[in-house]
């Protein structure tokens, strides 16, 4: 019931529950991994986040590269960022809502549209931002939220990947039950 209203909440397909923020990152690195979507394993990450952000990518092999601060929002530094991209060709761009602020979304999702590029946006710190007409959490391919006491809201522990990619969100929920296909539609169970 909670995935449910959270993706009317947020206007998404797909949340998918899972036993904290830092997993809901962990899960969506993976997700992507295993969806066969990415050109290498290099990955821009911004240098103002938090160590979930960052160790995931390095725990399943991704090259992470890290991109300068925005001093405005706290987000990526959009000239870095199109260097960096130039210079490294990533697969994947992470960026992070720190303290409520919204990265500049309508560049950042322009270059990722363009370039092939995935967005994973972890939004664990700005529930309820609005920024370009949209939630954070709604501009990324994947976006991850934290229900950790210290947060907006909590559940005490626990945090939500949401994304409106079918694939994706079949990816997670196998990988949130230890790669077990219970919590996927019958159809997919039986293939």
């Keep these: 019931e909670f995935e449910k209203q959270w993706s009317e ?11 904290s923020g830092s997993s809901a990152n962990l ?28 160790s995931p990518a390095i725990q399943l092999g991704f090259d992470p590269i890290l991109c300068d601060c925005n001093f405005d929002n706290l987000g990526l530094d959009i000239e870095h960022l199109e260097e960096l991209i130039d210079k490294h060709d990533p697969a994947m761009i992470v960026t992070v809502n720190v303290l409520g602020f919204a990265n500049n979304y309508d560049r950042i999702r322009e270059i990722c549209d363009d370039k092939g590029i995935v967005l994973l946006e972890d939004s664990c710190e700005s529930v309820g931002t609005v920024a370009y007409d949209k939630q954070t959490g709604c501009f990324g ?50 293939k």
């Design 9 to 19: 909440y947020l206007g998404v397909k797909h949340s998918i529950f899972v036993s």
């Design 141 to 190: 391919d994947l976006s991850t939220f934290s229900f950790f006491y210290g947060h907006h809201i909590s559940t005490i522990e626990g945090g939500m990947v949401c994304t409106n990619d079918d694939q994706l969100a079949m990816l997670l929920r196998s990988i949130r039950c230890h790669g077990w296909d219970r919590d996927l539609p019958d159809d997919s169970q039986k």
């Design 27 to 54: 899960a969506s690195f993976y997700a992507v991994k295993l969806s066969n979507r990415l050109k290498n394993n290099k990955v821009i990450l911004p240098t103002v986040s938090w160590s979930t952000t960052v």
